[in-house]
């Protein structure tokens, strides 16, 4: 019998183009001045947008603080939300804090969430089980990330804070140590980049303060991290997430979550949330350490739909939407040792804040965002951008209750290393102890760095699933197919490792064929799966990728 075929993704990995991501240049003569600017427009930068603006209308008035302030947000979604993709269960105190005065039916969640189950799945059967006390959501509310960031985008705006969908960022300006602005991406060009008749040159924009909140695997937080030599404990892990919205003929009374099936030994789990009387989201996590290198989150999901725990619900409903994210999952100790520097704050799932053993984010992202406006508040009035102005950045968010989550949750992902049921018994010590045991540091290495064996495969196609065509499709894609490659491939890439790209790819970016791999990327939703495991994620022209609506 021949073994199974072996390999290390990082091997066929190109580098991290630092270089083009962090250029040694200040912002030109024509650039837009500002005094701080968010890269990213979700839910971290539109509430630090928010808070910073309240803080120096307030100071203004008072005849106090640093006087009149520019703030922008650039984000590379053509409008607000159109990129940005989560579950969501969301934990409301960071909006109530923000938004004191307004009412928990008026912000922007859809309903509470009342009764929720989780079960252990097989193929055909579904065993229920006691919700782990992580997982609990009494008093949280299901919601869509993108009305939540529309609504965040109207109240930054209604701040005065300038937001600027479209405008993706392409690179740090920077001078010595010191972040002095970012340079966006061209538009308008051609395939092999040269301008067209809609060619618009890059806009540089001059700012005393960079905020990066662009999402998990940003490629200018990756660039900047490497740049100032800012290490962590672990490296960051992750996950990628595959997410259908369906009208449904009956309504579903619970929040659902399962392990097990369609799974093997690997890590992640379903999830299926109310989002209205005849409306649900489904969706499922795989993280992306998983030995297989065959491993496919989109065909998993079109598997789960046939399960016989969700067939039923799907019975005669309509797909309305599909997308991918990837999501940081390595927690407590893989957060950069520092998240600010001189001209520069991390936020968000850029800086890591996620906890997996609860499935949240999204609040984390918010008060993250908060807690660097108030940091850069505090660095303006004192006209000390350096990074010792802007260290309250990092000490702020390490004694806050994000990082006191994650600490107590710091194991329980990382548990799940050594398999699925060493894992699952490590988790519940962990859960009885409050995170005291297992103690110590769970060492892990970056997901490309562990071998994939190509020997199994799962099923390749499912009767009546969704196609990966039709799936980019729901996403809303219309990049043009005459847009300039923004994926980087690896020179002389295997046959198996290519065989690995096209199964990881949700959209069907990647084709092997006899000729080599051929690389579709007007398909590509921007999930930057492959940019953890293979082709570098780049930043492209702004209102490229998916067109989320109610994700």
């Known amino acids: 019998m021949t073994p199974p075929l072996r390999f290390r993704p990082a091997d066929y990995q190109p580098p991290l183009q630092r270089d083009s991501l962090v250029v040694p240049e200040r912002p030109g003569p024509e650039a837009v001045p500002m005094d701080?600017?968010?890269?990213?427009?979700?839910?971290?930068?539109?509430?630090?947008?928010?808070?910073?603006?309240?803080?120096?209308?307030?100071?203004?008035?008072?005849?106090?603080?640093?006087?009149?302030?520019?703030?922008?947000?650039?984000?590379?979604?053509?409008?607000?939300?159109?990129?940005?993709?989560?579950?969501?269960?969301?934990?409301?105190?960071?909006?109530?804090?923000?938004?004191?005065?307004?009412?928990?039916?008026?912000?922007?969640?859809?309903?509470?969430?009342?009764?929720?189950?989780?079960?252990?799945?097989?193929?055909?059967?579904?065993?229920?089980?006691?919700?782990?006390?992580?997982?609990?959501?009494?008093?949280?509310f299901v919601a869509s990330v993108c009305e939540i960031?529309?609504?965040?985008?109207?109240?930054?705006?209604?701040?005065?804070?300038?937001v600027l969908p479209g405008f993706p960022v392409a690179s740090l300006l920077v001078d010595g140590e010191a972040v002095v602005g970012v340079r966006t991406v061209a538009s308008g060009l051609g395939r092999t980049g040269e301008p067209g008749p809609a060619y618009a040159e890059p806009m540089d924009v001059a700012a005393r303060v960079v905020v990066l909140a662009e999402g998990a695997r940003g490629p200018l937080t990756q660039a900047y991290l490497d740049w100032q030599g800012i290490g962590s404990p672990n490296p960051q892990i992750y996950s990628l997430g595959v997410k259908e919205l369906w009208r449904v003929k009956r309504p579903l009374d619970r929040v659902v979550h399962t392990l097990g099936w369609p799974l093997a030994d690997g890590f992640g789990g379903s999830f299926a949330y109310p989002m209205a009387d005849d409306l649900v989201?489904?969706?499922?996590?795989?993280?992306?350490?998983?030995?297989?290198?065959?491993?496919?989150?989109?065909?998993?999901?079109?598997?789960?739909?046939?399960?016989?725990?969700?067939?039923?619900?799907?019975?005669?409903g309509e797909l309305l939407e599909w997308g991918a994210k990837t999501i940081p999952e390595g927690?407590?100790?893989?957060?950069?040792?520092?998240?600010?520097?001189?001209?520069?704050?991390?936020?968000?799932?850029?800086a890591g804040y996620v906890d997996v053993a609860s499935l949240k984010g999204i609040h984390y992202a918010v008060q993250s965002g908060v807690l660097a406006a108030r940091a850069v508040y505090r660095a303006l009035c004192a006209d000390d951008v350096s990074a010792s102005g802007l260290a309250s950045c990092t000490a702020a968010a390490d004694a806050s209750f994000i990082a006191r989550d994650l600490r107590r949750n710091r194991n329980m992902?990382?548990?799940?290393?050594?398999?699925?049921?060493?894992?699952?018994?490590?988790?519940?010590?962990?859960?009885l102890t409050g995170g005291r045991l297992p103690g110590g540091l769970i060492r892990t290495p970056a997901d490309a760095e562990e071998p994939k064996h190509s020997g199994s495969?799962?099923?390749?196609?499912?009767?009546?699933?969704?196609?990966?065509?039709?799936?980019v499709f729901k996403s809303g894609n219309q990049t043009r197919d005459d847009i300039p490659p923004h994926l980087l491939v690896g020179d002389a890439v295997p046959a198996e490792v290519a065989d690995m790209y096209v199964h990881l790819c949700p959209a069907g970016v990647y084709e092997a064929s006899d000729e080599g791999l051929v690389v579709n990327a007007p398909n590509c939703v921007d999930c930057r799966a492959t940019d953890v495991l293979g082709p570098r994620w780049t930043p492209r022209e702004g209102g490229s990728g998916p067109r989320y609506r109610r994700m």
């Open 36 to 140: 701080v600017v968010f890269v990213g427009g979700g839910p971290a930068g539109l509430a630090g947008a928010v808070e910073l603006s309240r803080l120096a209308k307030a100071a203004e008035a008072a005849g106090d603080g640093p006087g009149a302030l520019e703030i922008g947000v650039l984000e590379k979604a053509g409008s607000l939300g159109e990129h940005n993709l989560s579950g969501a269960v969301v934990a409301p105190a960071p909006f109530r804090a923000l938004f004191p005065g307004v009412a928990d039916d008026e912000l922007p969640f859809r309903r509470p969430v009342g009764r929720e189950a989780v079960y252990f799945l097989g193929a055909n059967r579904a065993m229920r089980i006691p919700v782990p006390p992580s997982m609990r959501n009494e008093g949280n």
């Open 149 to 162: 960031v529309r609504w965040l985008g109207e109240r930054a705006e209604e701040a005065g804070a300038s």
């Open 281 to 316: 989201s489904l969706g499922l996590v795989a993280s992306l350490d998983d030995r297989n290198a065959r491993l496919d989150v989109h065909e998993l999901l079109q598997r789960l739909k046939r399960h016989p725990l969700f067939r039923d619900l799907l019975e005669g």
């Open 331 to 350: 927690g407590c100790h893989s957060l950069p040792e520092r998240r600010h520097g001189s001209g520069l704050c991390i936020v968000g799932d850029a």
């Open 413 to 431: 992902r990382l548990a799940f290393k050594g398999g699925f049921w060493t894992g699952g018994l490590k988790a519940g010590l962990a859960t």
């Open 457 to 471: 495969r799962q099923a390749e196609s499912v009767p009546a699933g969704l196609s990966k065509t039709d799936a």
